[in-house]
């Protein structure tokens, strides 16, 4: 066992924790570790842009924003922390700007925007250019930047380290155990302060647009040491997933022009929301595809639709609406500039489907993409013991790991870039300031016992079960079950088969006894985890009788602000037993009103 | 339709040297070479050992030799290689276990051409601006994923390691041509070191084994050319 010392220490290196990092490190002794390295971090998938009201080519207001991020949520985002988040957001992305991020051009040399989904002006109702871009790969330039910032500041790395469990003393937190995974030796980091930056766990449905990597491991290590967990039951599907794979097909094409279209040649969302059409929020436009592909309208009666950004459709649909150009002449694109805007998506479609978007329709349909739901953290990644949000000392999460809440109960397009960069940034600093006011815990005795506990069941099982059909199992009933439209029925038949699969999971012993790169033994430890936020997932969303944004249920299909206009908070305690406790939202400035796109 | 799999593999807590197992596995056309690796790891070998994130082409972690060209597996096809699959580490890195080689001299390669954004003078209140000519310039380098597929096949870099390698040399091109960038100079100092763009013999070998499909050897050669001219027109 190793032990080191850092005055702040991130666990993760996608955007959140590259810019916690970064932050921390200008005024204390930084790590970062992750279990990748840092440039094939999920948040490099992220294609279509950053949300920040710039009005670069169009009349534009951080309160626009915050009201556009508040009835996205369905209201269930905490409107104090949303109003932060949109007020920060035009200063970050300018500081990105400043760090060299290389995002498109308007013609004057400004950052360039596009619309995209849920985003308006708030007089007229109409979609607004708010997404700032680099052509469909915005994620991997926020990315790259920050990665290259930190070597520029450099701020130490250990890469390929995978965490395995928080370390808590007297309540504060005090370090964390890593696996290096080169060597399987185990670490111990010891640290004032711990700003987790994890991400996501979409791994545990069948159709995901997330990364192997995104198994919830932030959530499930800190479940462990009795944190709650937030907003579990609100997962996003995002509308637009190449169809089988689930490789996610930007919101950008959309905001480009595409148009979704059924089986029948129809252009169904004018159906489902007449005002903004194709550019609705994503649980809307879920939901409608799931509606169409039910009442036969499949393509082919299949599950799937047609994302259609050819350009000819392109321009037809936009005289229809009557869009136009910043200058006011028509929209009349050509295939070569819709390769120039989203060329990665191009290459996607040739490279998985053999199709070419520029002459054919890409089959889409609605694919597993973003938690909601994670740790409780208030907006400056102070991360919250209880519902009534006593501070745990020292303890930081941001990003997608992170429950704020800005997002509640539906996530707008371009608002996850912007968390990761807003939080990272206030998490790190924070965390840099509680590290100069505050001595180092002591470590607990023994600090790797509950790690090295953890480790031994999955190597010592007896071999009866294997994972990998638990993995399989349980990505299938939660898409069946647990996906777009829920009800009690099948909500309870998912937890039952998940608890059933938590069980057999101890029966399961991985082959590999070796040291070296054991990632048999790193992926079992993973489903863990997935396993244990599935169940969380379930259990909030049984207990939540009403539908609200990314949680439909049919035997309850209205939104209840009455008796929901609340925050679940999932403790699990050491027997495994869930409880829920709630937390009321937020609320400033905008009352709830029904929400039509 | 059903594939023959065969797989470099190296254990070294147990192997005196690496050898090749094969696998025969039901696969769709259409399915990626990984994930007939993690089906071989999920149901005939859960010692077998590779790195994988994405699972489509952005992240860079799976890059490997397939049938002996150099490929990220999760943007290889089965029906691009037929029945017959053989399956290797990249080449000039030392090999760890299996597929997983030894990236340290890659990133250390990397971090030796100043990859970051320099510009010294107070930032401005909003955005630098910068035309949309100017943005185009260096817009082919800025796809880089870091995956190690390019230098990994240049035959320079096996003869050394110590080249800086077309990666490297791709990441600082992405800054000497940015028009807002002010470390041009002491870039084009590097790459003018012993160990650096004159390694480049035009092999292209980079420029097919890009996933990314950037045109390398051209910005090699921008980079050669800016140097011989002492200009970045």
Redesign the interface.
């Known amino acids: 066992m190793k032990t080191h010392q850092f005055e702040v220490l991130v666990v993760g290196a996608g955007g959140a924790g590259l810019m916690a990092g970064l932050y921390a490190s200008r005024t204390a002794k930084t790590a970062i570790i992750s279990k990748l390295y840092p440039t094939r971090s999920h948040t490099g998938a992220a294609q279509g842009g950053v949300g920040a009201a710039l009005g670069s080519l169009e009349e534009d207001h951080p309160e626009w924003h915050t009201y556009d991020t508040v009835k996205g949520s369905d209201y269930l985002g905490d409107q104090d922390a949303i109003e932060f988040m949109c007020e920060e957001a035009v200063q970050a992305v300018y500081e990105l700007e400043h760090m060299g991020l290389p995002f498109d051009r308007t013609a004057d040399g400004k950052i360039s925007q596009r619309p995209f989904g849920g985003h308006t002006n708030n007089v007229t109702g109409k979609p607004v250019m708010r997404a700032c871009h680099a052509a469909d790969r915005t994620g991997h330039m926020i990315l790259q930047t920050l990665y290259q910032q930190c070597i520029k500041n450099k701020v130490n790395f250990f890469d390929e380290f995978q965490v395995v469990d928080l370390l808590m003393t007297d309540g504060k937190a005090s370090g964390v155990v890593a696996i290096e995974i080169a060597t399987g030796e185990m670490h111990v980091f010891h640290a004032k302060a711990i700003i987790i930056a994890t991400g996501g766990h979409g791994r545990i449905w069948e159709i995901t647009s997330n990364a192997y990597a995104y198994t919830g491991d932030g959530v499930a290590i800190t479940l462990r040491r009795g944190i709650p967990a937030e907003d579990m039951e609100f997962f996003q599907f995002h509308p637009t997933g190449i169809y089988k794979l689930g490789i996610l097909i930007t919101e950008g094409v959309r905001g480009e022009g595409g148009v979704l279209i059924n089986g029948k040649g129809e252009r169904f969302m004018e159906k489902y929301a007449p005002n903004v059409k194709d550019l609705a929020s994503r649980d809307v436009i879920s939901r409608a595809i799931y509606i169409e592909v039910r009442d036969g309208n499949g393509v082919n009666g299949k599950n799937y639709v047609y994302l259609d950004v050819r350009p000819e459709t392109v321009n037809h649909y936009a005289a229809i609406d009557g869009r136009k150009r910043p200058d006011g002449r028509p929209i009349e694109v050509t295939g070569e500039e819709i390769l120039g805007k989203l060329p990665d998506i191009v290459d996607f479609c040739r490279v998985y489907l053999g199709v070419d978007p520029i002459t054919q329709p890409m089959p889409i349909q609605p694919t597993a993409h973003y938690a909601m739901g994670g740790i409780p953290t208030n907006k400056f990644g102070e991360v919250h013991a209880d519902e009534k949000k006593t501070v745990i000392p020292g303890l930081y999460a941001a990003g997608e790991v992170a429950c704020v809440s800005v997002h509640g109960a539906n996530r707008l397009g371009t608002n996850s870039l912007l968390d990761l960069i807003v939080f990272g940034k206030h998490a790190g600093l924070k965390a840099a300031e509680f590290a100069r006011g505050n001595e180092y815990q002591p470590l607990p005795e023994d600090p790797t016992a509950f790690a090295r506990e953890q480790l031994e069941r999955v190597k010592n099982g007896d071999g009866t079960e294997n994972a990998f059909d638990i993995a399989t199992e349980m990505k299938k009933v939660m898409f069946n079950d647990m996906g777009i439209f829920r009800n009690s029925k099948d909500m309870q038949n998912a937890l039952n088969k998940v608890r059933e699969l938590k069980e057999r999971f101890k029966h399961v012993r991985v082959q590999d006894t070796g040291r070296i790169f054991n990632m048999d033994l790193i992926n079992a430890w993973e489903l863990g985890n997935l396993l244990d936020l599935a169940e969380v997932t379930t259990v909030s969303a049984l207990a939540r009788t009403e539908s609200r944004g990314g949680h439909a249920r049919e035997d309850y299909p209205d939104r209840d602000d009455q008796n929901w206009l609340k925050h679940t908070f999932a403790f699990v305690d050491g027997s495994g037993r869930i409880e829920l406790k709630y937390q009321p939202v937020t609320i400033t400035r905008f009352t709830p009103k029904a929400r039509v796109y | 339709m059903q594939v023959t799999l065969k797989v470099f593999r190296y ?4 192997d005196k040297k690496p050898h090749y197992e094969t696998y025969k596995l039901e696969a769709e056309p ?1 399915d990626r070479v990984l994930d007939l690796l993690e089906k071989v ?3 005939e ?3 077998l ?13 799976d890059a490997m030799r397939i049938n002996g060209s150099n490929k990220l597996a999760c ?1 290889a ?1 089965v029906h691009d290689f037929g029945a017959k699959i053989t399956v290797e580490p990249i080449l000039g890195l030392r090999v ?3 597929l ?1 080689v030894d ?1 340290e001299p890659f ?1 250390d390669n990397f ?1 030796k051409v100043l ?3 320099i ?1 010294d003078d107070p ?1 401005p ?8 000519e100017d ?1 185009e310039r ?2 082919d380098t ?5 995956c190690a597929a390019c230098t990994t096949s240049c035959p320079s870099f096996w003869a050394s390691d110590e080249y800086l390698g077309p990666s490297a040399i791709v990441n600082a091109h992405r ?1 000497i041509f ?1 028009s ?2 002010q470390g041009a100079a002491e870039r084009l100092k590097i790459m003018n070191e012993v160990m650096g763009v004159s390694r480049c013999h035009t092999v292209y070998n980079c420029t097919l084994a890009c996933p990314r ?1 950037i045109q390398i050897t051209k910005a090699i050669g921008e980079v050669k050319k800016a140097l011989m001219t002492g200009s970045l027109e």
Do not use: W
């Open positions: 254990n070294p807590e147990k259409t790891k999920g149901y070998d859960g010692t050992s590779f790195r994988r994130s994405c699972a489509h082409g952005v992240c860079g972690s943007k096809l760890i276990k299996d997983i990236m990133f971090r990859p970051y954004f510009n930032a209140e909003k955005e630098r601006y910068q035309s949309r943005r260096f817009d800025t796809k880089c994923i870091l800054f940015d807002r960038d499909e």
